[in-house]
């Protein structure tokens, strides 16, 4: 699991933020109504009673007084400590929604089926070990929650609720599915099972957008699942898989597909035609090269390969000109070629652990970058061009064999957070950073705080831990927004650490 300092983190959610597409599935059930949460003021006027919340009440049983209301479409008991729903609430013919989530329930009675107009059933966390045999007569019922609970299998019987829009069954005990899942599903989200296959008849889940079977026991997929023609999103991380389908170009309309931490060594040859996708993560397999045909892809915009064993880059990948986020952290890469900094929409760049030896001097072309890392790599000089990137916010350098920095003037005014920590470093000097709020300099060899340090008026954070740095001549004045310093591993003496500690009250400092 990757983990990058708070602010590369908030410019990296920011951008994934401004690129994404509001995915809310939408019912046709009306929320506007007001929401009644206690039963006795409701029982008063139980005419107007449309919506009704009793969750977290300690409720032991359904009360009777929920027969009043004859309009009631939504009814939420989850949380409380109901062993019984009494076939009483089949009486509530208007009910549209039924939460019973986070109850210790025995039983459910077979009036259910009778509730024609239920469109939204949630049975969340209930130990349930098979599905109610009432549920499978509900008609109209549109999306069926069944997530943490101890199911082992999933019955045929589902096809039978032939308006199933949405079903969702995570955190289960299932090891297989039915070969018949009912041909109207438009999302099924299967995560964090047991399956080990997939039936070749998914294909006949024609209408399907949305197909989450992450964290299972796949070992291969069906080339069926390639034929889902309206599919949007598929997830099928955490699993086993070795190979993949050979032929994809059936799925035009995939926008978001995630194959990440599973046993690839390759990619299929003709992996194209998928002209909507948008998102690809290829993280965690074993990869040493992607696929030529990968510059088609031309609505992509977030590609993750990280942590493979890629050594070079597919030809023409710079043609990708849609890409604002590219992770290729954790290979084998050993240099950053001239061609690829002709992608001019990057955004977010991860190169580290890897072998980098030299970075294009084109590098300051891409000049819409925000966040760079280039940590943990053998880079001993960076291209001057590196300090022309004037949009970087975030820049992570750690881990290299730097001796010596020139950020040059009125350069990357932006810039948030840099990371220079274990390198090799005698001196600094960023006084042009003048929007710098965090600096690692951990780990090198300084013998002082960088030169015009004090002109860094929203500095907010100063590690600079395990150096030789022997006296710290700046004041709380000068840093009015510091709230933290490291300077522990340092050679400070004994006065100069007593007037710290009495100057900077205010500020968390480690010695």
């Given amino acids: 699991m990757k983990t990058y300092p708070v602010l590369m983190l908030v410019c990296v959610l920011s951008i994934l933020n401004s690129t994404a597409q509001d995915q809310t599935q939408a019912h046709t059930y009306n929320y506007t109504q007001p929401i009644y949460r206690d039963i006795k003021k409701a029982s008063k006027e139980p005419e107007k009673v449309i919506r009704l919340d009793l969750s977290n009440q300690k409720l032991s049983e359904v009360p009777g007084e929920i027969l009043l209301f004859k309009n009631l479409q939504e009814l939420n008991l989850n949380n409380n400590q109901i062993t019984l729903v009494p076939g009483k609430v089949a009486a509530l013919k208007q009910l549209k929604i039924l939460r019973l989530s986070n109850n210790p329930i025995e039983s459910f009675p077979e009036e259910l089926d009778t509730l024609d107009n239920l469109q939204i059933l949630e049975l969340k966390s209930l130990r349930l070990t098979a599905i109610p045999q009432s549920i499978f007569g509900m008609s109209n019922l549109r999306t069926l929650q069944l997530d943490n609970n101890l199911l082992t299998q999933l019955s045929d019987s589902i096809a039978l609720l032939e308006n199933l829009r949405e079903l969702s069954i995570t955190h289960n005990r299932l090891d297989s599915l039915p070969q018949t899942l009912g041909n109207g ?36 997929l069906p080339d069926e699942i390639t034929r889902l023609e309206k599919i949007q999103e598929m997830y099928i991380a955490h699993n086993q898989l070795k190979q993949l389908p050979d032929d994809w170009k059936k799925l035009k309309s995939i926008e978001k597909l995630d194959i990440s931490y599973n046993l690839l060594s390759s990619m299929p040859a003709n992996f194209k035609s998928m002209a909507k996708l948008n998102n690809l993560n290829l993280e965690h397999n074993q990869l040493n090269s992607l696929p030529e045909t990968l510059h088609t892809l031309a609505g992509l915009q977030y590609l993750d390969v990280s942590d493979n064993a890629l050594s070079t880059l597919p030809q023409n990948l710079e043609k990708l ?3 604002v986020f590219l992770d290729l952290g954790q290979n084998q890469l050993e240099s950053w070629e001239s061609r690829l900094c002709l992608l001019h929409s990057l955004k977010v760049l991860y190169l580290g652990r890897n072998k980098i ?22 880079l001993s000089e960076l291209p001057p061009s590196l300090w022309l990137l004037k949009n970087l916010k975030a820049l992570v350098i750690k881990k290299n064999q730097l001796k010596t920095l020139d950020f040059g003037q009125e350069l990357m005014k932006y810039l948030y957070s840099l990371d220079l920590s274990h390198n090799q470093l005698r001196s600094l000097d960023f006084s042009s950073l003048v929007e710098l709020r965090s600096v690692f300099m951990g780990n090198n060899q300084l013998s002082e705080l960088p030169q015009n340090i004090k002109m860094l ?35 400070l003496q004994k006065d100069n650490i007593d007037k710290i500690r009495k100057d900077f009250l205010k500020v968390s400092v480690i010695f």
Wanted: charged share 25%; no cysteine.
């Fill in 321 to 323: 000109q849609n890409l």
């Fill in 457 to 491: 008026k929203h500095l907010q954070e100063i590690y600079v831990e395990n150096n030789q740095i022997t006296a710290i001549d700046i004041s709380s004045d000068e840093l009015p927004e510091l709230e933290k310093i490291n300077l522990q591993g340092n050679a």
């Fill in 185 to 220: 599903l438009e999302i099924l989200i299967l995560s964090h099972n047991r399956i080990k296959n997939i039936p070749k008849k998914i294909q006949q889940l024609t209408q399907l957008k949305k197909l989450w079977i992450d964290y299972n026991q796949l070992q291969t």
């Fill in 357 to 378: 030896q030299a970075l294009s001097p084109d590098f300051g072309r891409m000049a819409e970058l925000t966040v760079l890392d280039l940590s943990d790599n053998q």
